[in-house]
């Protein structure tokens, strides 16, 4: 069958062949293209279409593409992974719904670091932490430090057995607590464990004539006590000096001696210099100041003088050459008045004498 296909019209593309070709003998013998642009038609041996020139005749797959499509995926598990156990570590699970968010377009360890440390759940968990990097302290390096001075600052307080003044562990009210010690108070483990150590000794390791003397002499009862000795206005050394004032306040009390804050102070420094002073260790001195008190002072009154407990303790102590002298000569007066026994003795109010 012989067609003449040159008057035939297939649009854009037209045969290009000679005329009145016997198209179905023809068909896969190498002729020219019955239609531009589709190939040399069918291969009569292979019955597979003849491809125009330059053409693939196979279907490539991008394997490349795969591979780097599951790397990825696989990058992103990892990072999650990674994300997971942070947060667990630092309490903050409930941020496990925003890994997809933390994540994104990265699956860089440091840009998922710094996404994290910019929520405001990580701020709240590490409010101490972000504090100190805002003033540019950087004595709590990271994370893993800040929870290991976490654990030291919770030891102390459990230590002193007032756990309790921190909030419940685990709760935000005791993450805030420790943030105050660390970003707002800028107070060491050590500052901590020595000032909670004075409230202590005040609070729960003496009589209650010393609680009564630091709440006499600086307005602070034992409730409080403890937030107050961990005041940063307030230094360790005037700390520990209040409490040693106090003691010697109070055991001095129960030896019938009167000290105000500032000859406490006084004593207590002397006694205990910049160290923490015990019931043991001042109440021989305290217990021979009041011996003293009892003979000088009664011949001060029968003199019609007086003699403070606080000059007493400034003449035996060598803290006051006046007061010193004051002593001294009262006790001269003593001897001479009564031949060396006591101003109260029975002898010398004639207890020897019968009526």
């Given at each position: 069958?012989?067609?003449?296909?040159?008057?035939?019209?297939?649009?854009?593309?037209?045969?290009?062949?000679?005329?009145?070709?016997?198209?179905?003998?023809?068909?896969?013998?190498?002729?020219?293209?019955?239609?531009?642009?589709?190939?040399?038609?069918?291969?009569?041996?292979?019955?597979q279409?003849?491809?125009?020139?330059?053409?693939?005749?196979?279907?490539?797959?991008?394997?490349?593409?795969?591979?780097?499509?599951?790397?990825?995926?696989?990058?992103?598990?990892?990072?999650?992974?990674?994300?997971?156990?942070?947060?667990?570590?630092?309490?903050?699970?409930?941020?496990a719904?925003?890994?997809?968010?933390?994540?994104?377009?990265?699956?860089?360890?440091?840009?998922?670091?710094?996404?994290l440390?910019?929520?405001?759940?990580?701020?709240?968990?590490?409010?101490g932490?972000?504090?100190?990097?805002?003033?540019?302290?950087?004595?709590?390096?990271?994370?893993?430090?800040?929870?290991?001075?976490?654990?030291?600052?919770?030891?102390?307080?459990?230590?002193?057995?007032?756990?309790?003044?921190?909030?419940?562990?685990?709760?935000?009210?005791?993450?805030?607590?420790?943030?105050?010690?660390?970003?707002?108070?800028?107070?060491?483990?050590?500052?901590?464990?020595?000032?909670?150590s004075?409230?202590?000794?005040?609070?729960?390791?003496?009589p209650?004539?010393?609680?009564?003397?630091?709440q006499?002499?600086?307005?602070?009862?034992?409730?409080?006590?403890?937030?107050y000795?961990?005041?940063?206005?307030?230094?360790?050394?005037?700390?520990?000096?209040?409490?040693?004032?106090?003691?010697?306040?109070?055991?001095?009390?129960?030896?019938?001696?009167?000290?105000g804050?500032?000859?406490?102070?006084?004593?207590?420094?002397?006694?205990?210099?910049?160290?923490?002073?015990?019931?043991?260790?001042?109440?021989?001195?305290?217990?021979?100041?009041?011996?003293?008190?009892?003979?000088t002072?009664?011949?001060?009154?029968?003199?019609?003088?007086?003699?403070?407990?606080?000059?007493?303790?400034?003449?035996?102590?060598?803290?006051?050459?006046?007061?010193?002298?004051?002593?001294?000569?009262?006790?001269?007066?003593e001897?001479?008045?009564?031949?060396?026994?006591?101003?109260?003795?029975?002898?010398?109010?004639?207890?020897?004498?019968?009526?």
């Amino acid at each position: 069958m012989s067609v003449d296909y040159s008057a035939m019209d297939f649009g854009d593309y037209r045969y290009q062949g000679p005329t009145n070709v016997d198209f179905i003998q023809n068909i896969g013998q190498g002729g020219p293209d019955p239609i531009q642009g589709y190939g040399t038609g069918i291969n009569r041996e292979t019955g597979q279409w003849n491809p125009p020139a330059g053409a693939s005749t196979t279907t490539t797959v991008d394997q490349a593409a795969i591979d780097k499509a599951a790397l990825k995926a696989e990058q992103r598990q990892t990072a999650a992974a990674f994300l997971r156990n942070m947060l667990a570590q630092y309490g903050m699970g409930v941020l496990a719904g925003e890994l997809d968010t933390i994540i994104k377009d990265t699956t860089s360890e440091e840009v998922m670091v710094e996404r994290l440390r910019g929520t405001e759940s990580y701020k709240q968990r590490f409010k101490g932490l972000t504090q100190l990097r805002s003033k540019g302290v950087t004595d709590i390096a990271n994370e893993g430090e800040y929870l290991r001075a976490e654990s030291a600052y919770r030891r102390v307080f459990r230590e002193a057995g007032i756990s309790n003044f921190l909030g419940e562990a685990g709760t935000q009210t005791e993450y805030d607590a420790i943030a105050k010690l660390v970003g707002d108070y800028s107070l060491s483990i050590e500052e901590v464990r020595d000032r909670v150590s004075d409230a202590q000794r005040i609070v729960a390791q003496t009589p209650q004539e010393v609680r009564d003397s630091f709440q006499r002499f600086y307005n602070v009862d034992p409730a409080t006590l403890t937030a107050y000795v961990l005041d940063p206005t307030k230094t360790t050394s005037e700390i520990n000096r209040r409490a040693n004032a106090a003691m010697i306040g109070g055991l001095g009390m129960q030896r019938g001696l009167e000290f105000g804050a500032a000859a406490a102070e006084r004593i207590g420094s002397f006694l205990g210099g910049e160290g923490d002073l015990t019931g043991t260790q001042i109440e021989p001195q305290l217990s021979e100041i009041a011996d003293v008190q009892r003979a000088t002072g009664r011949l001060a009154q029968l003199e019609r003088g007086t003699l403070t407990a606080e000059e007493t303790a400034f003449a035996q102590l060598d803290l006051d050459t006046g007061a010193k002298e004051k002593v001294k000569g009262l006790q001269s007066r003593e001897r001479a008045r009564f031949g060396g026994t006591g101003a109260f003795s029975s002898t010398a109010l004639g207890g020897g004498t019968k009526i």
